[in-house]
């Protein structure tokens, strides 16, 4: 199950897409990831890779970075540190309302993901990550796909990959995907938008806070969190909360050095 390959057609953006996260999905993706030919690319670079069996752990808990599987995530991000990064994860027919419930920001801190086609899943990566390890105008994003996929499905799934490795930025993303599917795009930058303005705001806030004082317990930081989140009026749920904590663990473990700029900015526009 494990695999790995890399495309590389000289200057240009760095793509990574992975696949084999947790569990078992690894028997899934590598579906994908193995016959995925790559004759889109023009230029830059396409890193391949999947990950045999490990247990599940959601990448929505820190824990799941300390784990081998989540540690080995971390590190090709490191050494590509991939413009355009995929995540390709698959789920069982019985988890489909769930994954998709409007709900779902209450449940697990992250909005629904959107479906394109053929029970192909769109959505951003775990905020843990999103915030910390990308710029603001990368393109890291999840497809999901089914367990046991139907030709239709592996098909749309070959499509939907070969136009975001064809495409050199988040842009050209967006536009060319947008053609393809209006309203789950439209979607998608409003969840974008959402995420930035609430959940990427206060990160921004609170860590520039642990900074500048000996700010660091958990129970505290969220207690600011909280109250910076109705002072400012912005929609934060507990679970979103609890993940902005958890965002800054990161952050502080990978990035100590950093001067309290981080990597979410916008100077790749
Ligand atoms: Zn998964």
Known sequence: ??????????????????????????????????????????????????????SYVSTLEKRYYTSNVGKKVLSLIKEYNPEIYLELHSYKPESYHKLTAEDRREETGVPPLIELE??????????????????????????EIPSNPSKKSLKVCLEILNLVAGSRDRNEILEKLGRKYPSAVKKARIYFIEFSDNIVSIFQKALKKMKNTKFRDPNFIKDYITNEASVRGLSITEKQADQIVQALSVYQEHFPDSDGGISWRDDKV
């Open 1 to 54: 199950m494990s695999f790995s390959r890399i495309i590389d057609r000289g200057k240009g953006p760095t793509r990574l897409f992975i696949g084999g996260v947790h569990g078992k999905e690894g028997l899934t993706t590598i579906k994908i990831l193995k016959y995925f030919s790559g004759t889109s690319i023009k230029d830059g670079k396409l890193v391949l890779h999947n990950f045999g069996e490990s």
């Open 118 to 143: 053929e029970g192909i899943l769109m959505g951003s990566i775990s905020p843990l990550i999103r915030i910390t390890f990308f710029h603001k105008h990368d393109f890291p994003f999840i497809l």
